[in-house]
């Protein structure tokens, strides 16, 4: 089975950065990686998402200010996130998209506090 397992999350100030990682585990070729965000009481929206050659697209609300990146050797996806608001605080889900499907990873909390 498939797994996909995010680190990096946690609390900074407004202006700083932070950096998220996911790993997928299983016998899987994407198509498509992405980082979507969820705050409390919103849908979720789909932060920057990345194809197998590296092409990349982002969202208007962190556009020139997070960078996704993937390592295909070693299945993993990244989100640097700079310049962060308070805006930015939510969970954000790594997403894997397939022949066989979508899959989603649990979630990390991202909290942009003073």
């Known amino acids: 089975q498939v797994q996909l397992v995010e680190s990096g999350g946690g609390q900074v100030q407004p202006g700083e950065s932070l950096s998220l990682s996911c790993v997928v585990s299983g016998s899987i070729f994407s198509n498509f990686m992405a980082w979507y965000r969820q705050a409390p009481g919103k849908q979720r929206e789909v932060v920057a998402v990345?194809?197998?050659?590296?092409?990349?697209t982002y969202s208007d609300s962190v556009k020139g200010r997070f960078t996704i990146s993937r390592d295909n050797a070693k299945k993993s996806v990244y989100l640097q996130m700079n310049s962060l608001k308070v805006e930015d605080t939510a969970v954000y889900y790594c997403?894997?998209?397939?022949?066989?499907?979508?899959?989603w990873g649990q979630g990390t909390q991202v909290t942009v506090s003073s």
């Open positions: 990345i194809t197998s050659y590296g092409s990349t």
């Open positions: 997403k894997i998209e397939t022949a066989a499907g979508g899959y």
